[in-house]
């Protein structure tokens, strides 16, 4: 079946201390094929990607590149045999300009008697964005001024550059709304076209059985199936991910929407970056869905709801006319922020998952100005057991941790909080589908509980399962605004959208 082989990993096993990442796992990928990797949160999926990428070493097993074996001492080695990847988490270098991400490692193209020609490597930089489909992303820009998609997409454009034979894809789309993803799609198919492979993980069942031709399913580092495109089945690879059929519904399954009257959170008038004019207020138990295409401007809207951006014009107000001040005095009164950018804002990765979920509540834990090492413990083994983080310990660094189970601490970290009010920015991103039906069926129950939820999302069917009402932003103006029904469609709020 697969005699003409591009890339094999095979018998790979690696370990973390008693964590085992990867127990004997074998993957061959066919030339010209995009190769699905799917899993639960920890599974392995990224952990057998970095190894193939170079990021680091297989305790034992081998690699297999275009017939001859392949160990690549490090990523650039890895880039200059042909494997190159986008990983999950930000993987720009800041400070330096769009082009010099492009290039990272590669400059030496630009050097001439000593002195690097910025005009010429901007110049190329501009020439692959185009030939990418991107005309926004001026290539001069500083890194850390574009938004979190571009620099997604300023990693494509950098893993693409080496024309790479196989093309590793972790979990990426999620950071991406539906421009993003279409680019991402069309050179996943490009490289395929032009006889490379992709190595492509998602949580997105349906996006992995469109585009994939093959698949690998992992539970626990175990390998536990691969299926060709024509064996794939939604529940089968669910089971085969999951170990056992699935219960309970996923989103909600009331058709109507049930707010309450009062307002808790309202954002007047609001101008300031990419914002234009926009009003919107969250109700008492109401899930509030926010969306529309990158740079509409619906990141910003929840930033500037948790006060951590100050808009030119406009206020945002709590309750009877509080006017929120700044982030310490929005978690001060109970208003929650999880930020898309997880490693960056969400989470202080260099510390223990206790440390993490219980940053927001030290005010609430501490007796007579002491915190009982106890009640911290307390707390964040409740939550971390709630949200299944999976981990040897809440003493466990957050680095250390997978992307899926990195959300589920930031999670906990604001349920533990109890905050009334909510603004979640894309929080089931890079989450499996057995915690996501969870996280929905937690998100309903806030509701229940009289809590608000502004739910900022890129995935339409999201918005569309959970969302009381859903409000669309175009170029920073509000576009629409949607009441939950049976007849709200994806299509219906694109429309809004572009
Ligand atoms: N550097 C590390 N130190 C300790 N444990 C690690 C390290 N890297 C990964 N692990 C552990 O290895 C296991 C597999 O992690 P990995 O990141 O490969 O999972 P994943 O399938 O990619 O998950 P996700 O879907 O959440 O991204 C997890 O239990 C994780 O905590």
């Given amino acids: 079946?697969?005699?003409?082989?591009?890339?094999?990993?095979?018998?790979?096993?690696?370990?973390?201390?008693?964590?085992?990442?990867?127990?004997?796992?074998?993957?061959?990928?066919?030339?010209?094929?995009?190769?699905?990797?799917?899993?639960?949160?920890?599974?392995?999926?990224?952990?057998?990607?970095?190894?193939?990428?170079?990021?680091?070493?297989?305790?034992?097993?081998?690699?297999?590149?275009?017939?001859?074996e392949y160990i690549p001492s490090g990523t650039v080695d890895a880039m200059d045999k042909g494997v190159s990847m986008v990983v999950q988490e930000q993987g720009t270098v800041g400070k330096i300009s769009a082009s010099a991400n492009i290039f990272?490692?590669?400059?030496?193209?630009?050097?001439?008697?000593?002195?690097?020609?910025?005009?010429?490597?901007?110049?190329?930089?501009?020439?692959v964005l185009n030939d990418m489909g991107i005309t926004h992303i001026d290539p001069q820009v500083m890194i850390d001024t574009l938004t979190f998609e571009d620099r997604k997409l300023i990693e494509l454009a950098?893993?693409?550059?080496?024309?790479?034979?196989?093309?590793?894809?972790?979990?990426?789309?999620?950071?991406?709304?539906?421009?993003?993803?279409?680019?991402?799609?069309?050179?996943?198919?490009?490289?395929?076209?032009?006889?490379?492979?992709?190595?492509?993980i998602s949580h997105d069942i349906d996006e992995i059985m469109n585009m994939c031709d093959a698949l690998t399913i992992l539970r626990d580092g175990v390998m536990t199936a691969t299926l060709e495109k024509s064996e794939f089945e939604e529940d089968k690879i669910k089971q085969?991910?999951?170990?056992?059929?699935?219960?309970?519904?996923?989103?909600?399954?009331?058709?109507?929407?049930?707010?309450?009257?009062?307002v808790v959170l309202e954002a007047?008038?609001?101008?300031?970056?990419?914002?234009?004019?926009?009003?919107?207020?969250?109700?008492?138990?109401?899930?509030?869905?926010?969306?529309?295409?990158?740079d509409c401007g619906m990141h910003d809207l929840g930033r500037v709801m948790f006060g951590l951006t100050k808009p030119d014009i406009g206020k945002v107000q709590k309750g009877k006319g509080e006017k929120v001040k700044n982030a310490k005095w929005a978690v001060e009164h109970g208003i929650a922020y999880i930020s898309k950018n997880r490693d960056r804002e969400a989470m202080m990765t260099?510390?223990?998952i206790k440390d993490n979920i219980c940053l927001p509540s030290l005010k609430q834990l501490a007796k007579g100005g002491f915190i009982l090492k106890k009640s911290e413990r307390n707390l964040s083994s409740k939550w971390a057991e709630n949200m299944e983080v999976k981990a040897n310990s809440v003493e466990q660094f957050c680095n250390t941790l997978s992307g899926g189970n990195?959300?589920?601490?930031?999670?906990?970290?604001?349920?533990?909080?109890?905050?009334?009010?909510?603004?979640?920015?894309?929080?089931?991103?890079?989450?499996?589908?057995?915690t996501k039906a969870s996280i929905y069926q937690l998100i309903e129950q806030l509701k229940k509980e009289g809590k608000s939820i502004l739910l900022i999302s890129e995935e339409l069917p999201e918005l569309i399962g959970m969302s009381d009402r859903i409000v669309i932003l175009k170029d920073g103006v509000l576009s629409g605004e949607f009441y939950r029904s049976e007849g709200l469609t994806e299509a219906k709020l694109i429309q809004k959208m572009i």
């Fill in 158 to 200: 950098r893993a693409l550059y080496t024309s790479p034979k196989l093309w590793i894809v972790d979990e990426t789309t999620t950071a991406l709304t539906v421009n993003g993803r279409d680019i991402l799609y069309s050179l996943m198919n490009r490289i395929k076209e032009e006889g490379g492979s992709v190595l492509f």
């Fill in 406 to 434: 990195k959300q589920k601490v930031v999670l906990a970290k604001w349920l533990a909080k109890g905050s009334d009010i909510m603004i979640m920015d894309c929080p089931t991103r890079g989450i499996d589908i057995g």
């Fill in 350 to 352: 260099l510390c223990g």
């Fill in 104 to 127: 990272f490692g590669k400059e030496a193209m630009f050097v001439k008697g000593g002195v690097l020609n910025v005009r010429k490597m901007n110049q190329e930089a501009s020439r």
């Fill in 240 to 262: 085969l991910m999951i170990g056992r059929e699935m219960s309970g519904h996923y989103y909600r399954e009331d058709t109507e929407e049930s707010i309450g009257e009062e």
């Fill in 268 to 294: 007047q008038n609001i101008t300031g970056g990419v914002l234009k004019n926009v009003s919107v207020s969250l109700h008492r138990g109401e899930i509030l869905g926010v969306g529309g295409l990158s």
């Fill in 1 to 68: 079946m697969k005699n003409d082989y591009l890339f094999k990993g095979e018998d790979i096993c690696k370990s973390f201390g008693s964590t085992q990442a990867l127990k004997n796992v074998t993957i061959t990928i066919s030339r010209g094929e995009i190769h699905g990797l799917i899993g639960e949160n920890g599974s392995g999926k990224s952990t057998f990607s970095s190894i193939c990428a170079g990021i680091q070493k297989a305790d034992s097993g081998k690699l297999y590149l275009d017939g001859k």
